[in-house]
């Protein structure tokens, strides 16, 4: 399972970055904007505390895709990184595949799931949030039938 510290970089290998201690929480984000700046139908996330990351090899590029929310990314072959926000002042969102051993992080829930696109579901049984667990607005545990 997960070790104290966690590992990951982009495709390239121009960043290497690690974290230490436990996740936050490990959630399928399905807004438009994690979607659009991925290409992906569906984006994972695992938080950590910001205090707790650091770049060991390379630098990122930043853009602020919204007022008060930054998407790092690698500057040499593109690679997303991680989403920070102004309203998480000391969390830092990794997007799961830069990890090294993603499969230690299994999802606990869907956020934005309002957003998500029609055709496309997550098969299991994770609780499935309008906006943010943290807003506690559950639409249903597990798929959603339409």
Request: proline content about 6%; some cysteine; overall charge negative.
């Amino acid at each position: 399972m997960m070790s104290d510290i966690a590992n990951g970089g982009c495709l390239c290998g121009a960043v290497r970055f690690e974290v230490a201690g436990p996740p936050l929480w490990v959630a399928h984000c399905h807004c438009h904007s994690c979607r659009r700046s991925t290409g992906a139908p569906v984006t994972t996330f695992v938080g950590f505390r910001y205090s707790n990351f650091t770049f060991n090899t390379g630098s990122s590029g930043v853009y602020e895709s919204s007022p008060g929310v930054w998407r790092r990314f690698c500057t040499t072959c593109g690679t997303p990184l991680s989403y920070e926000a102004d309203r998480y002042d000391d969390e830092i969102h990794i997007y799961i595949s830069t990890l090294d051993h993603p499969e230690d992080y299994p999802a606990q829930s869907h956020v934005f799931y309002g957003e998500r696109i029609s055709w496309f579901d997550v098969h299991d049984s994770a609780p499935r949030f309008v906006a943010t667990a943290r807003e506690r607005n559950i639409v249903a545990h597990g798929p959603v039938d339409e």
